[in-house]
């Protein structure tokens, strides 16, 4: 079945600094996600996007549905240490009743 | 009680037993999902329902049950489970199907492990 490209698998970073993660797809969705998922938590949804092209914020949280349908992206400006935990990516095919996850990324905030 | 609750959110259980684990959401939606979480791999989707209709049963094995008795709970009824089965189960709800592009939002989920 259809399965999304999330990378990096983690990322270690230093209090401040700015994050990238990035998600890909091998066929055209209509609907991204991003989720937030603590330690021994359900995931909580941070951004969606619904449109090619769209840029949303949510905070210091960033996301943009790709031109080409196939790609999304998160951005996380000035990292605090909460920020920690695992960030997942999730489309949506056009017609299709099931939500395609990511592996997800793990991000470490060293302070 | 807000959003999505799940209990209870740790179980341990043998492979002869049979539990439940149950789910409730205080949303007012129309959609209610269960997943499987393993280590390392996607959320895996179970079972789609919507307005008490399952929609969607994502090849899980008979060992998994889920009912719906109404649109705000959804249960999951285990028995003779495999050590494999043990993950973290989320149940998830929407105000519509993934078709109609709702949003889903997730409950905490039930640490299952099986011995």
């Keep these: 079945g259809q399965q ?7 990322m270690f970073i230093q209090e401040g600094e700015d994050v990238s993660m990035n998600c890909t797809s091998s066929s055209i969705f209509n609907t991204w996600l991003w989720y937030k998922q603590d330690p021994g938590e359900g995931p909580v949804l941070l951004i969606a996007l619904y449109k090619a092209g769209e840029l949303t914020s949510n905070g210091r949280l960033t996301a943009q549905f790709g ?5 999304s992206f998160l951005n996380i400006s000035a990292s605090i240490p909460s920020d920690v935990g695992i960030y997942f990516c999730a489309g949506l095919e056009g017609g299709s009743e099931k939500l395609v996850f990511g592996k997800g990324t793990k991000l470490t905030v060293n302070p | 009680e807000t959003g999505v609750t799940q209990t209870p959110r740790h179980l341990v259980m043998g492979m002869t037993n049979k539990k439940s684990l149950k789910c409730e959401q205080h949303l007012g939606h129309n959609a209610m999902y269960w997943y499987k979480q393993s280590a390392k791999k996607p959320l895996e989707l179970m079972f789609v329902y919507s307005l008490e209709e399952r929609v969607e049963n ?5 060992r998994f049950s889920p009912e ?3 649109s705000s709970h959804l249960f999951l009824h285990l028995h003779t489970l495999q050590p494999e089965d043990s993950a973290l189960y989320l149940c998830a709800s929407s105000q519509g199907t993934p078709k109609v592009g709702d949003t889903q939002y997730f409950g905490p989920g039930t ?5």
């Design chain 2, 68 to 70: 719906c008795p109404n």
């Design chain 2, 111 to 115: 640490r299952l492990t099986v011995l």
């Design chain 1, 67 to 71: 031109i080409t349908r196939k790609d």
């Design chain 2, 58 to 62: 994502n090849s899980v094995p008979s």
């Design chain 1, 4 to 10: 999304l490209n999330q990378s990096p698998q983690s």
